[in-house]
């Protein structure tokens, strides 16, 4: 079974649409591209990958989807659009003939209206994008989950990805209201989660046994073949690195059968966002 990076970045400084990637982030704050990812996936025997928009910009998701293009490594890209245009389903009409266009992602963390999912102006490009096949990648703070649900019961023909777990408070250990929404999500059957960004989400330095409440209660939630596995690289150099990430995941994993690691480490991203649109591609 092909095993896929279901996350990871690309991005270049001077392109400088990336508001959050500051001199403060320190060794993320330069140019990442395929060729420093390329070692990573060797050492993890990766065979494909999802590219996911880092900037609030449709000239981002361009620049993807170039990179995309001449990378045989890249299945899928997840960009962006400006869902508050009034023309947005309209601009989601205009990019879906690309192939390689898996899914989409508004930046809600950065969002400062916490209620912004819940605007009816939304039912019309969440519409066009099931119409289409695209999943919707939500990236969302543990503040934003009961608002993920409500869209979530509104758009049931459309594909959602909880990138990194909802991000849990794993460095103060407050997850009970987390715990709690991620049950709620789970008995939606049109979301998956992914299973990636814990590592910055937790304290520094920490050990695998830091992240085994949320894996194993989002595992019992969501159960082996509605988990994705990524590796949020480059922005996991903040807190240890790929190798280590990976190392981590397979840990917190050794006691499931290799029918559903196999699942959680591609199987599952195949079919989530493969099984209609990107570059589909058997393992050799």
Not at 39 to 56: C, K, R, S
Not at 153 to 171: C, I, M, S, T
Not at 175 to 187: E, F, Q, T, V, Y
Not at 264 to 281: D, E, K, M, Q, T
Request: proline share 5%.
């Amino acid at each position: 079974m092909m095993r896929i990076d279901a996350h990871h970045h690309v991005w270049t400084l001077a392109r400088a649409d990336y508001g959050w990637l500051t001199p403060e982030r320190g060794p993320i704050y330069r140019d990442f591209g395929l060729a420093d990812l390329m070692p990573h996936l060797a050492a993890a025997a990766i065979d494909g990958t999802i590219l996911v928009q880092a900037a609030p910009t449709e000239a981002e998701t361009a620049f993807m989807l170039d990179v995309a293009k001449g990378a045989e490594v890249v299945r899928g890209v997840v960009g962006w659009i400006d869902f508050d245009g009034d023309d947005a389903a309209a601009r989601i009409d205009a990019i879906a003939d690309r192939q390689l266009l898996v899914g989409l992602r508004p930046m809600v963390q950065d969002i400062a209206d916490d209620d912004w999912l819940l605007r009816p102006e939304l039912a019309g490009p969440l519409e066009a994008m099931a119409q289409y096949g695209l999943v919707f990648d939500a990236l969302a703070l543990p503040r934003h989950l009961s608002r993920v649900i409500q869209v979530v019961d509104r758009h049931p023909d459309l594909q959602f990805v909880l990138d990194h777990f909802g991000k849990p408070q794993l460095a103060t250990g407050d997850i009970a209201a987390w715990k709690r929404d991620i049950a709620s999500l789970a008995s939606r059957s049109n979301v998956v989660c992914k299973l990636s960004g814990l590592a910055t989400e937790a304290a520094p330095n920490w050990q695998v046994a830091d992240l085994r409440e949320a894996v194993d209660h989002a595992l019992a939630c969501f159960g082996p073949q509605r988990m994705l596995w990524g590796s949020d690289w480059p922005v996991v150099n903040l807190a240890g690195g790929y190798a280590h990430w990976f190392a981590a995941a397979e840990s917190l994993l050794a006691d499931l059968s290799s029918e559903a690691r196999a699942a959680i480490f591609g199987g599952n991203a195949a079919r989530v966002y493969l099984s209609s649109r990107g570059r589909p591609r058997s393992r050799k």
